[in-house]
Each structure stands twice: as C-alpha cells, then as structure tokens.
C-alpha cells in the first residue's frame, strides 16, 4: 500500500503520486515484472554503430599535482598508467557490473590531462562498438577505472584527492538515438591541459 501522509492534499494528487513507483518500474529495462534483476535480452536486436564519452574530475590538492606534473612520483608515469587502466577497464565492464552485456568493443579510447586551475587531473573516456546494445557503462567504467589508479599512484601523497563529477557526456545510436549533456564551461572536467595522454 502507499501512504500518504507526506503526498499532495488533493485525492488525485495522491493517487498520481501513489502510481509513480509502478510507472518508473517499467522504465527500468534491469527489472522484470515481479521487481527482481534481469539481464536484458537483445538477441531480437539488429547490430548498429554505437559510441559513448564519459568523464571526471580527479582533484589531487597541489602537493600531488605538482608532483604528477613533473613526474615526480615513485609509482611512475601516472598519466600513462592510469589510461592504459581506463581501457583494461573498459574491457571488463560485464565483469564488474552484473547486468552488462559482454560486448565486443572496437574502440576505446581514454585520454587524461592536467587542469592546473583545479590542481586536478581531467579524464575523458570514449567507447565504441557495432552490437546491439549500447556502450555507456564501458565509457563510465574506463574514466572511473582511470580516476582509481590516480588516486592508487598518488595516495602516498594526500588521501585527501577526490574523485568528482563521473558522468556521462554524450551517446549515439541505438533506440534511443543521440544525447548529449549541455556544455557548462563552469561544470567542465578538462581544460587546455599542460600534459595529455591518449590511446
């Protein structure tokens, strides 16, 4: 039953909202009728061309970024190593997250610079593939797995570094075609960067 004693005064405004949880269960394509876990099938799916970027914000405090900047640290190369992280990454998404497809990726690509206004290092990450489901979960899993081994090679440094603004930018193909998050040059995870690395 639902209660509704924090629901809208009126008697239709509490039926809507007493309506709302079975309404957002049918939008969730991982649940099945009875509310349990489902991997989706999309075996009736034809192949198509899909892509998707993702990006943070590792915010490494000044100590570690000046030390990053130089290449400094005793780990080594932490731009280097934490891109080949993000596509080692990427490439284990179904692994990592139950309900994932295990998809034969074509491209990954993870790129990493410093953002010296922030004391920070940006993270982009781009996957593609031609399957029949989409490819948001490698992008996401590829910028966090790159942010992790920042934070991994620096830690010695500051415990203090945080991990930010994990989000998906933008996404092509599929049912659901094209979407792109609004640009916000105050909300932005990259910058024109002193050092970058890419694959």
């Not at 005064?9 to 394509?29: E, K």
């Not at 596509?87 to 990726?105: D, E, R, V, Y």
């Not at 990954?108 to 982009?124: M, N």
């Not at 910028?143 to 830690?155: F, R």
């Amino acid at each position: 039953s639902c209660s509704t004693a924090s629901q809208p005064d009126t008697a239709a405004g509490a039926a809507a909202a007493c309506q709302q949880p079975a309404d957002v269960a049918q939008l969730l394509t991982h649940v099945d009728s009875s509310g349990r876990a489902s991997m989706v099938d999309v075996s009736g799916k034809a192949a198509s061309r899909r892509s998707a970027s993702a990006s943070c914000l590792v915010l490494l405090g000044q100590a570690a970024y000046d030390l990053v900047k130089a290449n400094a640290l005793g780990k080594g190369d932490v731009l280097s190593i934490a891109q080949v992280a993000g596509i080692q990454g990427a490439k284990h998404t179904s692994s990592l997250i139950p309900l994932c497809h295990n998809i034969f990726l074509s491209k990954v690509d993870v790129q990493l610079s410093l953002v010296e206004e922030h004391a920070a290092v940006g993270i982009s990450a781009t996957a593609k593939c031609v399957g029949q489901t989409g490819v948001e979960m490698e992008a996401l899993t590829a910028a966090g797995v790159a942010a992790l081994t920042v934070y991994d090679m620096c830690k010695a440094v500051s415990k203090g570094i945080e991990i930010t603004r994990l989000r998906l930018d933008s996404k092509e193909g599929g049912k659901s075609g094209t979407w792109a998050r609004p640009s916000s040059s105050d909300d932005s995870n990259s910058s024109s960067s002193s050092s970058s690395s890419s694959s």
